[in-house]
C-alpha cells in the first residue's frame, strides 16, 4: 500500500543552525506534499506545501525541495530558533482510491539555545 | 474567526463504554476527516467524508463509526470493540475533495482519550 517514510525521527541542532527532515513517497501519482508543525498538544499546522509541478518552493526560512524522480521531498529550516522546536510531520496525496493523504511518522526537532 | 473545533480536549473511557468525540468545523468545508495519532507512528486515517451523509472507511476503521448528518459536524464514535483506544484523536478538513484540485487539511486541537 502507500507509505511514507521521514527521517530522522528526532534532531538536536543549535540555535541559528539549519534543519532537514527528509521524506520518500511510494505512488509515483501523489501531487501534492504538506509539511505540518505540531506543538505538544495542539493539532498540525501547515507550514509550507509543494505541487508536483515545481522542484522548489520557500517561504522566508522555511523551504521544501522536491526530486519527483526519486520520490522524495524535504523540509530545510535555516537560521533555527528556539520557537522552532516542535514536531513535523511530512505528508503525501494519493490521488485514485480514496484520494488521501498519508503522514510520515514525524520528526521531534529541538533546537538548542 | 473560522476553524475546527473539537470536544472534549480530555476523554476518559470505562470497559465496555461507547463514547463520542466531538467536531464541528466553520470554515464551510466539505470534506472532514478523523486521524489516531500514536507516538511514533504519525497519523492514521479512521474515516473521511467527502460530502454529507456519506462516508468511507480509511485504515484503522475497525471498533469506530461516525456519522455526516451535517456539513460542519463530524462526530467519532469510539465503540466498545475498540480493545486499545487510548490515543490521541485529530480532526480535520479540507475545502474540496480530490483530483487534481487537493487542498491541505486543517486540524483541530485534538481529544486525548484514555481508559479508565
Known amino acids: 500500500g502507500e507509505n511514507v517514510e521521514q527521517h530522522p525521527s528526532t534532531l538536536s541542532v543549535q540555535e541559528g543552525d539549519s534543519a532537514v527532515i527528509k521524506c520518500t513517497y511510494s505512488?509515483?501519482?501523489?501531487?501534492?506534499f504538506p509539511w505540518y508543525k505540531q506543538e505538544l498538544g495542539k493539532g498540525p499546522q501547515l507550514i509550507i506545501d509543494i505541487r508536483s509541478n515545481v522542484g522548489e518552493k520557500k517561504d522566508q526560512r522555511i523551504a521544501v525541495t522536491l526530486n519527483k524522480t526519486a520520490k522524495h521531498f524535504s523540509l530545510h529550516i535555516t537560521e533555527t530558533q528556539p520557537e522552532d522546536s516542535a514536531v513535523y510531520f511530512c505528508a503525501a496525496f494519493f490521488p485514485g482510491t480514496g484520494n488521501q493523504f498519508y503522514f510520515g511518522t514525524g520528526t521531534s526537532l529541538t533546537v538548542i539555545p | 474567526d473560522g476553524g475546527i473545533t473539537q470536544s472534549p480536549k480530555y476523554l476518559f473511557r470505562k470497559e465496555g463504554q461507547n463514547v463520542t468525540l466531538s467536531c464541528e468545523q466553520n470554515?464551510?468545508?466539505?470534506?472532514m476527516y478523523w486521524y489516531r495519532q500514536d507516538p511514533g507512528q504519525g497519523l492514521r486515517l479512521i474515516y473521511y467524508?467527502?460530502?454529507?451523509?456519506?462516508?468511507q472507511k480509511g485504515d484503522i476503521a475497525e471498533g469506530y463509526s461516525v456519522s455526516r448528518e451535517k456539513k460542519e459536524s463530524f462526530p467519532l464514535t469510539v465503540t466498545s470493540a475498540q480493545k486499545n483506544p487510548t490515543a490521541f484523536y485529530l480532526c480535520a478538513s479540507t475545502p474540496q475533495t480530490g483530483g487534481s484540485s487537493n487542498q491541505p487539511q486543517h486540524f483541530g486541537d485534538g481529544t486525548r482519550l484514555s481508559i479508565l
Open positions: 467524508s467527502q460530502i454529507v451523509n456519506d462516508f
Open positions: 505512488d509515483s501519482a501523489s501531487n501534492y
Open positions: 470554515l464551510n468545508h466539505d470534506a
